[in-house]
């Protein structure tokens, strides 16, 4: 027997999936669970006895960077800046800081957490700000990457999914702010 809660859970994600806007899905709720779980891995294995700071780039890191800590079994701490770049579906290029770190991130190890890779812009604009406090390392931990837009080129240590050159939304991602809770990765149907 299902209760009112589940009922509720599964037709509000058979609403969105009904969602014109959403073409399909790309990345499915297991697939996500399974590769953040290697990543975590990844980033346990990489950072013991170290106490890493994972900084979540709001606000479409949430989802990813949750699901990360529940992951990892260390000590950690984490943080987070926000950034402004996109107004729809194309980055105006123009990236803006709209909220700091709360602690210093000097000496300290860090983890840059971002949702997507597109242009390399924001990265690119994060990494700059973030080396010029002098942390003791500094890697990026990006669960999805869009190779075939980037203008900067950067390292990404830690990448979950390359996907094509698609706009996807959900898990974190949004369009016009829509999408962030659909559990999967989808993509949108433009017009
Ligand atoms: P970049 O500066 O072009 O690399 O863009 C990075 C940011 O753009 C990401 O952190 C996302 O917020 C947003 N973005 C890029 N591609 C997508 C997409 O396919 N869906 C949703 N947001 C995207």
Redesign the pocket.
């Known amino acids: 027997m299902t209760t009112n809660a589940e009922n509720a859970a599964s037709s509000d994600i058979v609403d969105i999936v009904q969602d014109p806007a959403i073409a399909e899905i790309r990345i499915s709720e297991a697939q996500l669970q399974a590769r953040v779980c290697e990543l975590a891995d990844a980033l346990s294995a990489d950072y013991a006895g170290k106490c890493p700071v994972l900084v979540g780039?709001l606000r479409?890191s949430i989802m990813f960077l949750a699901d990360l800590l529940r992951y990892l079994d260390m000590p950690l701490e984490i943080d987070f800046l926000a950034i402004s770049?996109?107004v729809g579906r194309d980055?105006s290029g123009v990236?803006r800081l709209l909220k700091d770190l709360d602690r210093s991130i000097t000496g300290k190890h860090v983890v840059l957490v971002?949702?997507?890779?597109?242009?390399?812009?924001?990265?690119n604009y994060v990494l700059r700000i973030l080396r010029a406090r002098a942390p003791a390392s500094l890697e990026v931990c990006s669960l999805l990457d869009?190779p075939a837009?980037r203008l900067v080129e950067q390292q990404i240590k830690y990448v979950g999914f390359h996907i094509p050159d698609?706009?996807?939304?959900g898990y974190g991602?949004?369009?016009n702010q829509r999408y962030r809770n659909l559990p999967f990765i989808g993509s949108l149907r433009m017009p």
């Open positions: 780039i479409g770049s996109y980055s990236v971002e949702d997507i890779i597109d242009t390399g812009l924001t990265l869009k837009r698609v706009f996807v939304v991602l949004d369009y």
